[in-house]
């Protein structure tokens, strides 16, 4: 089987790509690099991945943009498989350059699902918990020492798919995720071509550099290894269900296994209430694995911040017979442990 994984030499990408490698599919890899210029084109980081890649069996490299049809057509050609992973992922840059972040999101991925009308390829789509947007904050919540949690008993395990998209505000780039969404849910319906949604959570691990405006998890760890200051917007006790990369690709092999029984399906998937923590409390665990105190700042709540988000992953528990297995202290421990024998990476931070 071949299989295209589009921003293959990002954080999820590449770990995508290496799961199919090792299963002995032929992978075909595609990306621009486009997080250069987050890294300031130190290419030790921004092509980590890519060059990790080059030592697997089965792997091609494709330097090409989902913005541009010819490209994504070519690099797609045969592929039974796709798994749309390529994306713009920060709220930020969303908000200060709304066309680009649609050019990635929105238009980037009707680009894939023409490519794979054309294959007639199955697609795995990595959407965002953001296309709830801020009707997430519209539910009663209660202060804990440490967190916030849902007063409403309705969502004691997180919020379902079929919660509400409408009447709110998303954020540029939860609107250009959103419209992606929907055009994924869509050309199933309409074109009858194979494609699930994953409405994901925060997904952490190993080989993700991550910065203040995405990869929180890793940023933390990497301000911990450097002694950075971590600046909090609000006050910490916001919460987020993490899940650790490797219970992510289970998932991503469960649905292929399934795909022609869950056509236009849309799943969360995220560590679910058993791996909700709030930013304090993986601070603090954080200190406590690592023996020391970090650094940290307060500023302002940002825009658009959703102040508890938990997936209700219930729909995966039963369609796909899929549950997380990793704690989120056990997958913060080994990502601690990738950064520290890796300490000599994180120096153009």
Known sequence: MKVLITGGAGFIGSHVAEFFSRKGYEVVVLDNFARSEVFKKDKKISEYNWNYLKELKNVRLVKGDIRKFEEVKNASRGCSTIVHAAAQVAVTTSLADPFLDFEIN???????????????????????????????????????????EYYDEKFKEGIPEDFPIDLTGHSPYGCSKLAADVYVQDYA??????????????????????????????????SSLLSKTITIYGNGKQVRDVLYIEDLLRAIELALSKISSLKGEVFNIGGGINNAVSLLEVIRYIEEISGKSLNLGFSEWRKSDQKVYISNIRKAKEKLNWDPKVSWKEGIKRVYDWIIKNKSLFSAY
Do not use: M
């Open 106 to 148: 929105a238009l980037g991925t009707l680009n894939v699902l023409e490519a794979a009308r054309i294959n007639d390829s199955s697609l795995i789509f990595t959407s965002t918990n953001k296309v709830y947007g801020e009707n997430v904050n519209k539910i009663q919540i209660v202060e804990r020492e440490n967190r916030y």
């Open 189 to 222: 319906h309409t074109y009858g071509l194979g494609t699930v949604i994953f409405r994901q959570s925060c997904i952490y691990g190993e080989r993700q550099f991550g910065v203040e405006d995405q990869g929180w998890v890793a940023w933390f760890l990497i």
